[in-house]
Nanobody, 126 residues
Framework: QVQLVESGGGLVQAGGSLRLSCAASGLTFTNYIMGWFRQAPGKEREFVAAIARNAGRTDYADSVKGRFTVSRDNAKNTVYLQMSSLKPEDTAVYHC???????????????????WGQGTQVTVSS
């Protein structure tokens, strides 16, 4: 049974930083693209970042480029999202996602992401 368990969310002031973690189990971690989505109240879910199987490529939403960094530790089956210069509009539930891909450098799934975590709340106060 595949599980993606996020942690590291919380309340932070604007301009601050947080690091989210996502521990994956029940899958061969190195076979999966990993990523992050977020959903704010009353808004649609949006893509945040993704990282290739070999960490050779990353992809970011325009709204977070230069402020967020996605990374992975394949030895620990864990993906991270380092968030800096946080803004109130970054407030959302952040979900970890995983998708099986053959190509080690892809960052985009061919269809819907295979697995989703339950999410962790990030709240940025002004």
């Amino acid at each position: 049974q595949v599980q993606l368990v996020e942690s590291g969310g919380g309340l932070v002031q604007a301009g601050g930083s947080l690091r989210l973690s996502c521990a994956a189990s029940g899958l061969t971690f190195t076979n999966y693209i990993m990523g992050w989505f977020r959903q704010a109240p009353g808004k649609e879910r949006e893509f945040v970042a993704a990282i290739a199987r070999n960490a050779g490529r990353t992809d970011y939403a325009d709204s977070v480029k230069g402020r967020f960094t996605v990374s992975r530790d394949n030895a620990k089956n864990t993906v991270y999202l380092q968030m800096s210069s946080l803004k109130p509009e970054d407030t959302a539930v952040y979900h970890c996602v995983a998708d099986f891909r053959f190509n080690v450098e892809d960052t985009t799934p061919l269809g819907p992401w295979d697995y989703w975590g339950q999410g962790t709340q990030v709240t940025v106060s002004s």
